[in-house]
């Protein structure tokens, strides 16, 4: 079982919908859950950043963590054509730990 | 003003050759990343230096060997390159090692032929 799953996509949405982006993990000893953006040909960058359980909000953006079933999720609201991009969860701890990426899921959002 | 650069953004190399990439932040972190990313977008982690000191090895052939002249820099040579090296290789820095936000360069496209 890999540490960090996600499902690749493509995921193909109607400008303005509500798009749901999901990582599981296996190892609960995670404690800071990351999500990334990679436009083509670019790096990533961070668009949210979550210490424990529960819910952030920044903007259109909402990320959602639940240790107790190791289940991550970002959601995006009224999707637009310039958040087509691939989506990265991330998983990392201190002490050593090292952050763990999952696979991306391609969006694409049509105008 | 650039956080992370890499050079270059483009190698195209034959077999066999022996080629380096360099990194640089001017973030004033003390950990950077090097990350290999495949054809399917697949983002692993190759080496890890907080300080010029290597924290982090993954199963990565010794054909490949970093190199940190100060904290600022973190190098890649890779000596007889071969096929399945071809991917982009990200540099990527943080604050501290572990769990933190970490910035990425732009890449480098490598492509061996």
């Known amino acids: 079982q890999k540490e960090v799953e996600q499902d690749p996509g493509p995921l193909s949405v109607p400008e303005g919908a509500i798009v749901s982006l999901n990582c599981t993990y296996s190892n609960s000893a995670f404690q800071y859950f990351m999500w990334y953006r990679q436009y083509s040909r670019k790096g990533p960058e961070l668009l949210m950043y979550?210490?424990?359980?529960g819910n952030k909000e920044d903007g259109r953006f909402t990320a959602q963590v639940d240790k107790s079933s190791k289940y991550i999720s970002l959601f995006i609201r009224d999707s637009q054509p310039s958040d087509s991009a691939t989506y990265l969860c991330?998983?990392?701890?201190?002490?050593?730990?090292?952050?763990?990426f999952g696979a991306g899921t391609r969006l694409f959002v049509k105008a | 003003d650039t956080a992370v650069s890499q050079t270059p953004k483009y190698l195209v190399t034959q077999m066999g050759n022996d080629k380096s990439i360099k990194c640089e932040q001017n973030?004033?972190?003390?950990?950077m990343y090097w990350y290999k990313q495949d054809s399917k977008k697949f983002l692993k982690i190759m080496f890890s230096?907080?300080?010029?000191?290597?924290?982090i090895n993954e199963t990565v052939p010794n054909r490949f060997s970093p190199k940190s002249p100060d904290k600022a820099h973190l190098n890649l040579h890779i000596n007889s390159l071969e096929l399945g090296d071809s991917a982009v290789y990200f540099c990527a820095s943080s604050q501290d090692g572990g769990g933190e936000t970490q910035y990425f360069g732009p890449g480098t496209r490598l492509l061996v032929l």
């Open positions: 973030l004033g972190h003390d950990t």
């Open positions: 991330a998983i990392g701890g201190r002490g050593g730990f090292k952050t763990i």
């Open positions: 979550t210490y424990s359980s």
């Open positions: 230096y907080n300080n010029k000191e290597l924290i």
